[in-house]
């Protein structure tokens, strides 16, 4: 029987350790065996007197691909910290059936979970390390319990802590350090038993953008570089388009919707998944164009387009090739192009003047390069190239300011 | 001041000392594990047992409001059996370090109900059994609060301990109710009390001392 696949993730820190025993380990029958499976899972909370019982989670199926990062996200309220809890059994499921690589741990007794939560990492929102232990001590902390040896643990927390660039602060307490420099430790101490899987239940809520851009590089990291599966619970959507493979939406403890972050982000299909992922895909028509949008189209009016980049096209020159192609000037309203999932996803509003005829030309254009887009409405053209002018701002070298 | 006397106040002292240690440290050895049992036991708990968290509650509530003087004499038959006297120092020790159990045993349980849950779960996460979580998490975490908690406990058992006259315990409060009051040597009872703020004086600053030492949260403030 083999073990778990983690063996020779983490040579570059444990290799002058000595290695944990895992002849215990989870055995692993198939190599494309998912990390994690959670199959029609339900949690209901026991009603107490006086109280309805309570649906937490409904027939959730989740799969979360060995070395993958898969967030799971939803307001809050939602069931997502109930949903991460079940993989490590803090929780129990009422129905259905959780599967770790292939092992069916549903009915597993709480001494059999404790083997099962050395092999999981988890990581949370507040933290959680011990005030009263040093970074050291904190990082040790899951190997003491597991009974690895002094030497062994000492060789393994200064790895883990060069790991995560806390090396110089190893004999300082939690209290002196910043909250970027606690979830470090929290990633290491995680990280301490060699887990194949790592879950972050909020990892970055409680952090200022900037730490949060830091914790999913570091995080994402570990991802590629050591191979650990991490499933993510958040209510944050950057935290799915910077660090997930895969998202699943979660709703009233049920998933409304599931794939990869790209197709999700790009054709979102719920309305719950619709109003996440407008926080950073959609673009607005600005309200001093919005106003004068009709339906119908003047003699001297634009043709006002959102048309979408996915994939190819976010990189191809549309509004040059547009230029070209019709011979007619495009206006730029708005746009924006975000990497999502490390893939371009761009959206542009613009307006072609001079229409009906050279909007029609326009459409059969884009239609032609196989671009996806939608028509807005129309715009009266000179409104939109005349509105600076009433703020008389001219172009001299006082106004110009580089960012 | 006489000879006599000062021999007199050294012994008393020695004998507060000697009840008020003895007490306390029988009293940290009970009330510690109790502290840690009532604070876990409750249901949905580490060590989930409600029924047996409600009778030992209700045994400490019972301890701890029977007027302490009251408590001496009520257990009387238990002091002769365990010290095989009721009388002296050595018999005065049996009723304060009954009193002094629950006590700490309270101020344990309310310095382990203090700490975050959330370290509960982190090390349920990392696979600790429920010993190991009181060992490596709970009772490290609570300690800055035990620790004032059991100074708190010491002063109030040199305050119990000036009671024990009354079992013929000895001791600081016995001697200046014997020669200070019914002796009238007024000067008598002003150095017992002199004695005993200092001792007072001593445990509390000792308390705070190693209280802060071990407290680790507040290192900025």
Known sequence: ?????????????????????????????DVDVPAVRLHEVGKTWRARPGQPSFSALTDVDLEVRKGSIVGVIGPSGAGKSTLVRLVNGLEKATSGR?????????????????DVRRRIGMIFQHFNLLSSRTVFDNVALPLEIAGVDRAAIRSRVEGLLELVGLSDKAERYPAELSGGQKQRVGIARALSTEPAILLCDEATSALDPETTRSILALLKRINRELGVTILVITHEIPVIKDLCDEVAVIENGRIVESGSVFDVFTAPKHPTTARFVEDVTSVDIPSYVRDRVTAEAGPESSLLLRIRFVGEHATSPVVSRLTTTLGADVNIVAGKIEAIADRPFGTLLVAVPGSPPTGDAAIAALLTLGFRFEILGYVPAERIETECKPFGFPLVPENVHVA | ?????????????????????????????????LGVFLATSRRGELFAA??????????????????????????????RLIAGTSIGTRAAVVPLTIAAAPFIARIVEAAIREVDQGLVEAARAMGATPFQIVRKVLVPEALPGIVLGLTLAVVSLLGFSAMVGAVGGGGLGDLGIRYGYQRFMPEVMALVVAVLVVLVQAAQTLGDRLARRVNKRLRNA
């Open chain 1, 1 to 29: 029987m083999t073990t778990l696949v983690f063996e020779g993730f983490y040579e570059p820190f444990s290799a002058s350790a000595e290695p944990i025993d895992r002849t215990d380990a989870l055995p692993v029958q």
């Open chain 1, 98 to 114: 959780i599967e770790l690589f292939g092992e069916d741990v549903t009915e597993l007794s709480e001494t059999g979970w404790r």
């Open chain 2, 1 to 33: 001041m006489s000879p006599e006397l000062v021999r007199l106040i050294l012994d008393a002292t020695l004998e507060t000392l000697t009840m008020v240690l003895v007490a306390a440290s029988v009293g940290i050895g009970a009330g510690l594990p």
């Open chain 2, 50 to 79: 409600p029924t047996l968290n409600a009778v030992l509650g209700f045994v400490v509530n019972v301890t701890r409001s029977t007027p302490f003087i009251i408590l001496v004499v009520a257990i009387v038959p238990l002091t």
